[in-house]
């Protein structure tokens, strides 16, 4: 028994270092802050006609003299009006991905959406968390939860 016990220690700890490492290494090979590879660029090329991103103009200024945040507020809240609660969130994500000067305004935009997302339902919160995603720490669920 003892025998057996000393075996699948020695395994463990031959084969943890290994896993903990290729772990590591994979959950970091595609991090917001790395430089986009070539397949990012055309999935960033492909998702906006001009190259402006969302809430912003080719000039870099937001339209109707609107902050940039208040811009990509009006462009999320028509999202989750047009169609639902969880592509304004795939917008949200995509727009912190492409203005990381927008990120300190995430969580509460998200907050507004799940909130604008339980009114969509008439007070529905149950539904409305069910298009939660991990977009800005839980933000969207906490509004929906009200």
Same mark, same amino acid.
């Given at each position: 028994?003892?025998? %057996?016990?000393?075996?699948?220690?020695? +395994?463990? !700890?031959?084969? %943890?270092?290994?896993?903990?490492?290729?772990?590591? +290494?994979?959950?970091?090979? *595609?991090?917001?802050?790395? /430089?986009? +590879?070539?397949?990012?660029?055309?999935?960033?090329? $492909?998702?906006?006609? @001009?190259? $402006?991103?969302?809430?912003? &103009?080719?000039?870099?200024?937001?339209?109707?003299?609107?902050?940039?945040?208040?811009?990509?507020?009006? !462009?999320?809240? @028509?999202?989750?009006?047009?169609?639902?609660?969880?592509?304004?969130?795939?917008?949200?994500?995509?727009?912190?991905?492409?203005? /990381?000067? %927008?990120?300190?305004? =995430?969580? +509460?935009?998200? &907050?507004?959406?799940?909130? !604008?997302?339980?009114?969509?339902?008439?007070? @529905?919160?149950?539904?409305? *968390?069910?298009?939660?995603? /991990?977009? =800005?720490?839980?933000?969207?669920?906490?509004?929906?939860?009200?």
């Amino acid at each position: 028994m003892k025998q %057996l016990v000393r075996r699948i220690g020695q +395994t463990i !700890a031959l084969t %943890l270092p290994v896993v903990l490492v290729t772990t590591g +290494t994979l959950a970091v090979t *595609r991090v917001p802050w790395a /430089p986009p +590879t070539g397949l990012d660029q055309q999935v960033v090329a $492909a998702s906006s006609e @001009d190259g $402006a991103g969302i809430g912003r &103009t080719p000039t870099g200024k937001a339209p109707d003299g609107l902050a940039p945040q208040d811009a990509l507020r009006v !462009a999320l809240l @028509d999202e989750l009006r047009a169609h639902n609660p969880g592509t304004a969130l795939d917008l949200l994500e995509r727009s912190m991905r492409e203005q /990381p000067e %927008l990120t300190p305004y =995430c969580s +509460t935009l998200a &907050t507004e959406l799940g909130k !604008a997302a339980v009114r969509k339902y008439q007070g @529905d919160a149950k539904r409305a *968390r069910s298009f939660a995603r /991990p977009v =800005c720490d839980g933000s969207f669920a906490s509004g929906a939860a009200g």
